[in-house]
């Protein structure tokens, strides 16, 4: 059974940075394809982009290229998602997720518990 | 705007059947899959593909498709069913991007 486990909340003032981590156990990260989602408060799902084992690469939401980088420590099975240039419309709870092994797509059957990031000047 | 549409909001009676609908044009070509989420937690997987429901999902819960739309069906609605649900599948004109519908708060009354 895989387990997901997210880095803490963070506030940031407009114009920083964030990094989020996200923790695999019970599989390695090799095995399986991290996606990373995102929920302003009270608004719906936002997938924001994740690995396609297709193309072998990850693959962002065109409104989050260039402001928004997925990586990977496969050595320590933790998956990473920053965020530039925050503004206070990225406040939300960020997951990451990831499919079932094998399965590839945004079909997410693990989530993290999320992790609250807060823009505020 | 998103690529997949769905009704804001929908109520069903207790041990009633309910059908929450997911339009767009990219579910005539790629499946859809259902989330439940409730207040204060993660999303959890409910039904994919043409006809998977994970394991732990008790089988009152059910996944069609016809055209572009896609349903999930609830039948024998219980109170713990009262959640937010959503739809994702692939975007139309370019496959490996993917894309949630708006959610339906679901009611159980």
């Known amino acids: 059974q895989v387990q997901v486990v997210q880095s803490g909340a963070e506030v940031k003032k407009p114009g920083a940075s964030v990094k989020v981590s996200c923790k695999v156990s019970?599989?390695?990260?090799?095995?399986?394809?991290m996606h990373w989602v995102r929920q302003a408060p009270g608004k719906g799902l936002e997938w924001m982009g994740g690995f396609d084992p297709e193309d072998g690469e990850t693959i962002y939401a065109q409104k989050f290229q260039g402001r928004v980088t997925m990586t990977e420590d496969t050595s320590t099975d933790t998956a990473y998602m920053e965020v530039n240039n925050l503004r206070s419309e990225d406040t939300a709870v960020y997951y990451c997720?990831?499919?079932?092994?094998?399965?590839?797509?945004?079909?997410?059957?693990?989530w993290g518990q999320g992790t609250l990031v807060t823009v505020s000047s | 705007s998103s690529e997949l549409t769905q009704d804001p909001a929908v109520s069903v009676a207790l041990g009633q059947t309910v059908r929450i609908t997911c339009q767009g044009d990219s579910l005539r070509s790629y499946y859809v899959s259902w989330y439940q989420q409730k207040p204060g937690q993660a999303p959890i997987l409910v039904f994919f593909g043409e006809n998977t429901r994970p394991s732990g999902i008790p089988d009152r819960f059910s996944g069609s498709s016809s055209g572009n739309t896609a349903s999930l069906t609830i039948s024998g609605a219980q109170a713990e069913d009262e959640a937010d649900y959503y739809c994702?599948?692939?975007?139309?004109?370019?496959?490996?991007?993917?894309?949630f519908g708006g959610g339906t708060k679901l009611t159980v009354l």
């Open positions: 019970g599989n390695r990260l090799t095995d399986l394809y």
């Open positions: 994702n599948s692939r975007v139309r004109s370019v496959k490996h991007l993917w894309v």
């Open positions: 997720a990831t499919p079932l092994k094998g399965i590839s797509g945004a079909i997410l059957s693990y």
